[in-house]
């Protein structure tokens, strides 16, 4: 993957964890609003794809000390 398509991958991503899309509807999963969950579930999705996008375009250090 190009550096570029990383960061566009990392920036629809970021944009995806916000729940704007709920409507004022009193919907409780797990004991919380239905927005939150999905806040929680994306932030969690959110950091699984930042480390891959990371793994990926870190220079790897081939030196063994």
């Known amino acids: 993957m190009s550096f570029?398509?990383?960061?566009l991958l990392s920036l629809i991503a970021l944009v995806l964890t916000v729940?704007?899309?709920f409507s004022e509807e009193n919907i409780r999963l797990v004991g919380m609003?239905?927005?939150?969950?999905?806040?929680?579930?994306?932030a969690v999705v959110y950091s699984i794809i930042l480390f891959i996008v990371i793994?990926?375009?870190w220079p790897k250090d081939d030196s063994c000390e």
Not at 4 to 7: D, G, Q
């Open 55 to 57: 793994e990926k375009t």
């Open 4 to 7: 570029s398509r990383n960061i």
């Open 33 to 42: 609003p239905a927005w939150a969950l999905y806040a929680v579930v994306a």
């Open 19 to 21: 729940p704007w899309f």
